[in-house]
């Protein structure tokens, strides 16, 4: 029996819960061809629901709509975050949705390179829970859209996809990452020179850590010499 064009239910009816009755088997088969049919209607209604949303919404910062007639391919134009160091630039992030879309989450990936603890410099690869096993339907492309831009405003380095990002944070080298980060929004992302003058507040660096007490004690005593 061929599983994939087949929907099997089986249920079992066990002679212990119900001694009056032997365990028996009920089987209903249904052509797989019309549950992919159906699921593909409901997957096409909700993009259609979700093109009107992204025609009607007026923020600025985010620019959403299919790639022409393909409504599995999309594309995003995200303007970077104020105070951040991707503040001036315009990232295009592109989509790609399985035909058991809204049920399974889309894949996301930065057109635009971007420097990025949670974005792989190379693929465009973005490591957000929502895109893996926190996924719901609830959510739509619009919402991930501004959970992105979320995750440029509140990186996190503990779990990076480029790894040279990631250390800098850690380290609390906030300097770096965002001198960094804020070249390659000029390079890649048409971000201005001029603009974006905000600057990280400043973290003492792991990379020189702040002198223990018995270190300054030591360091006021005369020396021997």
């Known amino acids: 029996m061929n599983l994939v064009s087949t929907w099997i239910r089986v249920c079992f009816v066990s002679s212990a819960a119900c001694p009056s009755m032997r365990a028996t088997r009920h089987v209903t088969r249904v052509p797989a061809t019309g549950g992919r049919a159906r699921g593909a209607m409901s997957s096409r209604s909700r993009l259609l629901k979700e093109i009107k949303e992204a025609a009607r919404d007026a923020e600025p910062t985010i620019r959403l709509a299919p790639d022409g007639e393909n409504l599995l391919r999309w594309s995003a134009t995200l303007a970077g975050p104020e105070e951040t160091p991707f503040e001036t630039g315009t990232f295009v992030v592109r989509f790609s949705l399985p035909e058991s879309y809204p049920l399974a989450p889309p894949r996301a990936a930065f057109e635009t390179k971007i420097f990025h603890p949670n974005v792989h410099w190379k693929t465009g690869e973005i490591c957000l829970d929502i895109l893996k096993d926190a996924w719901s339907p609830a959510w739509t492309l619009h919402s991930v859209c501004r959970a992105v831009l979320a995750l440029l405003c509140n990186p996190e380095p503990d779990s990076p996809l480029n790894c040279d990002a990631g ?40 990379l020189y850590p702040s002198p223990s007490p018995r270190d300054k004690r030591q360091a006021r005593m005369p020396s021997s010499a």
Do not use: K, Q, V
């Open 167 to 206: 250390n800098m944070l850690r380290a609390r080298d906030d300097i770096a990452y965002w001198s960094t980060a804020r070249m390659y929004t000029r390079r890649e992302a048409g971000g201005s020179a001029t603009a974006g003058t905000a600057w990280p507040p400043i973290r003492p660096c792991l």
